[in-house]
Structure formats: C-alpha cells, structure tokens
C-alpha cells in the first residue's frame, strides 16, 4: 500500500488530538483513503513533558529541518500557533514543495495573502479547516459548497471560550474570572486568554470568513471588536427579562458595495437557535441568495474536534496527491490570484438595535432628560424598564431602541453621561433580532 509520510510541528493539545486520530483510525483511514498516512517526525521544543498520547522517542526532535528538509515527508502539520517562527517554517515548507495544513487563525488573518500567494507560486496545497470552528467544516462550506450564491449574512459564534464563559454566567450565575480559568483547564483557551475575551481569536477567525466569502484581503483593523469581559450579571438578567440571550456575535452583512464587519456582545432572542448554542460550541448562521439559509454547528474547540478538521485536510491534501494533481480548490477568496482589500463599513455608519443600562439617580425627570437627548440624536425607543426605587445612589434604567445609528448613539451617550444626574458610564450591548429572522 502507498506511504504519505507527513511531519508535524507542534506537539501541543491539538497536536496530541491528531497523534491519537492518526494512531486509533489509522486502519480506517487506509480503507478510506487507499493508502497509508506515516507520522514520520514531530518537532517541539519540549519532547520530555509526557502527552495524552506516548510516542516512540526517535520521532521527537527539536529540529524543524528534520521535517522541513526531509524528502520524503510531503505533508507537513504546523500547529505550534503564533506568528512566528510559525510564518517561516510554512513557508519554508511551501518553498521545498511540502503540502501544508494549519491551524494557525491568527497567522492567515494577518499574513494570510503572502502565505495563499506562496502556495499558488509553488503549486502546493494549504489546508486551514481547523482555524475556524473546530471541528465544523464552514471552509469547505463557503470554499466548495457555496460557490455558486452570493453571501448575504453570517451570524457567527467563533469563540468557544467566550461562549463556555456566557453560557455559565446565564445558566449558573458564575463570574467571569472563575469560568475562565474552568475554561483554561478545559483546553479550550488561547495561550493568552485575551485573545478569546477580547474578540481578538473571533476577529481572526472573521477576517478569514471574510476572505472566503467576500473574495479579498481583510485590513483586520478596520474590523470593530469588542469583548465580553464588560458583561455584568445585571444585563444578562436584564436581557432575560427582554426575551434575549447574550452571545459574542461575529456579523458581517453585505450592504451594497461595502461589508459591515463587527464583533460585539450581542442580544439575541432566545427562540434563535444561535442562543441555544452553549458551553464551548461554535456556530455559523449563513444567509445566501440561492442556498438561502444554513445552519451549521459544532465543537469550536479542543483536543479531538480541532484534530478532526486537521485529518480532513491531511486527507483531502492526500487524495489530490494520489490522483496526481494539486490545488483542485484554489486555497482563498474563491479563485487563484484575487486580492484585492474588501471594503469594509464604519463602525459609525451601522444601522441596528441598542440596550442601554443608564445608572441614574431615581429623581422625576430624570428618564426626560435622558429620553430628551436619545430623541434628539434620532433615536427612538422601543422600551423603557426601571426596576427597584432608591432615594439615594443610583438605580438602573434600561431602555431599547428601534434601529438606531451608531454614530447618533455615540453622540447621545457622550452627552448623557456627562448629566449629574448620571451616576456611571452608560452600559451599551447592541441587539440583533428581525436581522436574524
Ligand atoms: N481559543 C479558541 C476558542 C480555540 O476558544 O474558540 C479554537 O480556535
């Protein structure tokens, strides 16, 4: 039977997840694929600290040229993470005609173009499933299945730890710290946990959505990013009372010629099936102009799920190689050699639904005066709830508002929260409903 011999630089969680694929399905994987998949080498810095999987010694090394310079590995694994030497040891890979698959969201939403173009000039394949969504094929989706619509919308839930961290907040009244640290231990967060918390690992896994769907560059800082480390027990309770769930939302909408591309915590109703999406599971809500709506949902995250993504690659790369061909599905937006930047909307310019949680002192006329400037700025409110009463200190007046733009909304807060009758910065969380229906 035919040998693939394949490299892996990384022997990190997924890393492990791809070992024990390789090692438990490997008779299945022969029955499916035809021949046989060889780990040959695996490079970590560390090769001491034992793994969830024991390997034999002389496969570790420390020495990327074992895989990078070996002939006969033509796959070669990169899920070290990070922009480099990552960046290098692709390339690298890519220049000595070795097929790559990769993980590495964070890499391919900034350097992204650089490492396609490599591939195309050397005619090999790039495999990236698994930076986005785990173990759900939403590449194959948008590079393979959806090739004939147009994107209209994606709704997407692309971060697992920010998703465990909300979910236990709503479900168990949790604070923020404890979850994540639950969520570190699980494996599911990044090296640096703020990349998850701050909507940094979601912009990266967006701007490649984006690259895919839209067919160019991202500039990922024209991406508008919020975090969920401002989500309070009282706008969770407060957006219960609403009839919505909050979730870090990924969105990007086609308006014209421009794509509204922005990362915030987000009400959603509860009746949306992207709020039944809880603990570490990613979800991907696509609208298009002939598949109409999709519905795709899965582990976002961990050791097997990841490492599930990674082996669809590895035997996708492998059954071009047996046919003897290579590059069968050009590796970004959509064809071979387009890239150009795709224009993305002002944060200011959006159009959507706001909460606001004021902090006032509980006075009369006071929601006059806060009502007077919305209504000023041209914003109208749909709903208006004060719970409790207090004759001294604050209490909180939560309104909603029909669609608003933002940059009135920024203006109106502004001025607020420089009234004395305010006590605290004004809460903000943007609403998505009849958007997503
Ligand atoms: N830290 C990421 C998450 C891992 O929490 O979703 C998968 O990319």
Known sequence: MKKIYVGLIGFGTVGAGVVKLLRNNDHLLEERLGARLVLKKIVDLDITTPRDVSVEKDMLTQDVGEVLNDPEISIVIELMGGYEPAKSFILKAMHNKKHVVTANKALLATCGDEIFK????????????????????????????LIADRIESIFGIMNGTSNYILTKMTDEGNNFTDVLKEAQDMGYAEADPTFDIDGIDTAHKLAI??????????????????????????????????????????????????????????????????????????????????????????????????????????????RNMLKGITRRVSSRFRREGAAEDIKLMSMEDIVTNYYFRFSAVDHPGVLSRISGILGKNDISLASVIQKGRKHTGAVPIVVTTHESQEKNVRKALKEIDRLDIVREKTILIRIEDDRLR
Do not use: W
Not at 134 to 140: E, F, H, Q, T
Not at 239 to 250: E, N, S, T, V
Not at 286 to 309: H, R
């Open 118 to 145: 490599t591939a195309e000039e050397e005619g090999v394949d790039i495999g990236f499933e698994a930076s986005v969504g785990g173990a759900i094929p939403v590449i194959k989706t948008l590079k393979e299945s």
């Open 209 to 318: 959505t984006l690259s895919l769907s839209y067919g160019g560059r991202v500039k990922l800082d024209d991406v508008y990013m919020e975090g969920i480390s401002g989500i309070d027990q009282k706008d969770i309770g407060f957006a219960g009372d609403l009839g919505y769930k909050i979730k870090l939302l990924a969105i990007a909408i086609r308006r014209g010629g421009a794509i509204e591309a922005r990362i915030h915590p987000t009400m959603i109703p509860f009746d949306h099936l992207l709020a039944s999406v809880n603990g570490n599971f990613n979800a991907f809500h696509i609208t298009c102009d002939a598949a109409d709506s999709i519905f795709l949902y899965g582990q976002g995250s961990g050791m097997i799920p990841s490492a599930s993504a990674v082996m669809g690659d590895l035997v996708d790369i492998s």
